[in-house]
Each structure stands twice: as C-alpha cells, then as structure tokens.
C-alpha cells in the first residue's frame, strides 16, 4: 500500500464519511451516493481515490459492483502512527 | 484539532520524515534542513504545515525556535483510525 495515498485519500470528509457507511455494510456506488447531496461522477472520484489507496476494495456481485472496506490498510496505518505514542516516553508531551 | 488537515499533512513523505526526525528530540527549523536536499523556504513551508495540522508545536528557547511533536493529534487519529479495525467483527474481511 501507499501511505501517501491513504493519507490522502483520508483527509477529505466525504470520504471518511464512505468509509463510515461502509463500517455498515458493503454497499454499490449508488447506494453510496443517495447519502451524499453530490452527482455520481463526484463519488465515483471519490470511490476511485479510496481504491487506489487500497482503503476499500470493488467486487461484482451479479450486475452490481460492491464496495467495502479493507481494513488491513486501517491495521497498516495505525501501526504507523502508534509509534509516535511511545515517544511520550521521552517525558516531553506538551498538554 | 482539524483531522482533514492533519491526515493532509501526514499524506506527504518529507512531512512524516520530519515527524521521525522529532521523535528522537526537538529541533530547530536549521537542524531539521540539515536532514533534506531542499531549501530553507520549502522546509519551513512543511513544518507550518504540519503546525497547522496541529502535530507539532514550536517553542522559543532563548534565540532558537524549537520544534517537537504534539503526541495528542497521534492519540486522536488513532481513536479514529480504530473504529475501523472494529469493523471486522463483521466478518468480512479481505486477504
């Protein structure tokens, strides 16, 4: 993965808001986009830079294309961030 | 905290690499130039991003700015991060 592009792709609202329908249950991009006041091309760019930031994965299922969540990348990027945790050991934290 | 502007920042490698740097102890905006190929302007344009996003403070000490990290945004981000490990109770996930 990319943790440029995860980071990227998690720093707009509307794609932490998809990635919150999709902690429900997986869901096609129309689904997705009867949430959103946004025409389906918009969240079709949306859904395409979740994608490429491997933070959600596309199959078919018959004739719809469903999206859900790869919760492996979360998993990639938390360990990432946590080693910034344990340098409060250094007994400097600000507050 | 904004977490649009945090995740932004962390979306670009000079930025985490400062991060890292900051870890082992404060620095100055001069000893943190030291570690990159790039020019003071462009330095100092990253550190006020990262400072806008909250993940870094800056202190005078005598005649120096010093920078260190804000361990709490790394707190938060985790929380958030989180939810979506929890995610796979759903059973769900993909391999």
Do not use: C
Not at 68 to 91: C, E
């Amino acid at each position: 993965m990319s943790i440029n592009l995860a980071f990227k792709a998690l720093s707009d609202p509307t794609r932490r808001t998809i990635l919150d329908l999709l902690q429900e249950r997986d869901l096609t991009a129309g689904e997705i986009a009867e949430h959103f006041q946004m025409t389906k091309p918009s969240i079709s760019h949306h859904l395409s830079l979740l994608k490429q930031a491997e933070l959600v994965w596309d199959e078919r299922q018959g004739q719809h294309i469903y999206y859900s969540l790869n919760t492996a990348v979360f998993q990639d990027l938390i360990k990432w961030i946590i080693s910034f945790q344990q340098s409060d050991s250094r007994g400097n934290e600000k507050n």
